[in-house]
Every structure is written in structure tokens, then in C-alpha cells.
């Protein structure tokens, strides 16, 4: 498992992590902002941390089927 994966699971109010490359995606509780997970787990000390995005998701399940058609690669040729 990867090392970031392991520290946002210990990180109360995670309910789900997905871990593509350099990318973590994060599912967290309603009421938690990503700033507050932020400072409370310290993970800044650890990882250069950019926040791409931040979008409101109804289960798991959807975020799970975002992060899928996100990452999806795409060629032109």
C-alpha cells in the first residue's frame, strides 16, 4: 500500500482513498473540509501537497466512478 494511502487512512473523517501515480483522491465525511484534514493530519509535513480540485459526491461509490473517468488516458494521434 502506498505510504500516503496509509497516513490519509489514519486520518479521522477519511472514508475512502485512491492512490493513481503522484494523485491521491480523497472521500471524506460531510462537514470535514479538505483544509481542516489538511492541518490535522500534518500531512503537509510529509508531501508536497496541491489541491487540484474539490467537487461534493453523493456515496463512495460515485467518487470511485469520477476518479475512474478522470484518469482515464487519452491519445490523439
Known sequence: MAPAKE???RAPGVR???????????VLED???L???LAQS???DFYNVRVESAEA??????ALER????????LVV
Open 31 to 33: 462537514g470535514l473540509s
Open 57 to 62: 459526491v453523493a456515496s463512495v461509490e460515485e
Open 16 to 26: 475512502a482513498v485512491h492512490v493513481l501515480g503522484s494523485r491521491v483522491y480523497l
Open 35 to 37: 483544509e481542516k484534514l
Open 67 to 74: 476518479i475512474k473517468r478522470a484518469d482515464r488516458l487519452k
Open 42 to 44: 500534518r500531512v503537509e
Open 7 to 9: 497516513h490519509f487512512l
